[in-house]
Nanobody, 126 residues
Framework: DVQLVESGGGSVQAGGSLRLSCVAS????????MGWYRQAPGKEREGVAAIDSNGNMRYGQSVKGRATIVRDNDYSVTLLMKDLRPEDTATYYC??????????????????????WGHGTQVTVS
């Protein structure tokens, strides 16, 4: 099975920035899309950003202008966020799929349809 490992989470003050990294195992199809999704306690999981193998990007409305997703290589993706707000506090998950990553971010598909997930990294903004 595809394994995804996130890193970079932690505590940051409001107005600060962070970068999260995700690395996939080599059995992931190299043309898969990859994305970042987050879930706060008591809330539904929501899309943050996604990128496909062609470099097409999608961003969630709540982070537009504050987030950038970068495909470092076929198996690695980085999320850059700035001007962080307390409402950004959540567990951030990396996921991959053949093609549905962006659809989940824009809300036309459920996150439950994605093929593989990491275990998540906690981000706390205070």
């Amino acid at each position: 099975d595809v394994q995804l490992v996130e890193s970079g989470g932690g505590s940051v003050q409001a107005g600060g920035s962070l970068r999260l990294s995700c690395v996939a195992s080599s059995d992931m199809y190299r043309k898969n899309c990859m994305g970042w999704y987050r879930q706060a306690p008591g809330k539904e999981r929501e899309g943050v950003a996604a990128i496909d193998s062609n470099g097409n990007m999608r961003y969630g409305q709540s982070v537009k202008g504050r987030a950038t997703i970068v495909r470092d290589n076929d198996y690695s993706v980085t999320l850059l966020m700035k001007d962080l707000r307390p409402e950004d506090t959540a567990t951030y998950y990396c996921a991959t799929d053949l093609f549905k990553c962006g659809s989940v971010v824009v809300g036309t598909k459920s996150w439950r349809e994605l093929e593989a997930w990491g275990h998540g990294t906690q981000v706390t903004v205070s």
